[in-house]
């Protein structure tokens, strides 16, 4: 069982930077590949990064490559999304997850575990 809270949502002008937090808790955090989402109104659900538990591999969603960074530090049970280079459109409620699956994986029904998300406004 894992639990997942997400922090560092806010409002920033285009072009600025956040960094989210995801804290977990559970005994296995670290065999558990995590994965970042996001909802914009009106949109689905979609994929932004992930990070396998084994050699911390990452995986980014194009429209984010480049800016975002993903890493994970399993002795504190946290994830980070670094976003960067922010624009209007990555606007979002953004979701930590997390699934026993091995590999990362885009598709949400593949994660076990959610949080409540944090909310992320880019101002143009």
């Known amino acids: 069982q894992v639990q997942l809270v997400e922090s560092g949502g806010g409002l920033v002008q285009a072009g600025g930077s956040l960094r989210l937090s995801c804290a977990a808790s559970g005994r296995t955090f670290s065999t558990y590949t995590m994965g970042w989402f996001r909802q914009a109104p009106g949109k689905e659900r979609e994929f932004v990064a992930g990070i396998s538990w084994i050699v911390s591999t990452t995986y980014y969603a194009d429209s984010v490559k480049g800016r975002f960074t993903i890493s994970r530090d399993n002795a504190k049970k946290m994830v980070y999304l670094q976003m960067n280079s922010l624009k209007p459109e990555d606007t979002a409620r953004y979701y930590c997850?997390?699934?026993?699956?091995?590999?990362?994986?885009?598709?949400?029904?593949?994660?076990?575990?959610w949080g409540q998300g944090t909310q992320v406004t880019v101002s143009s």
């Open positions: 997850a997390a699934t026993s699956v091995g590999a990362i994986s885009r598709r949400q029904s593949d994660y076990s575990y």
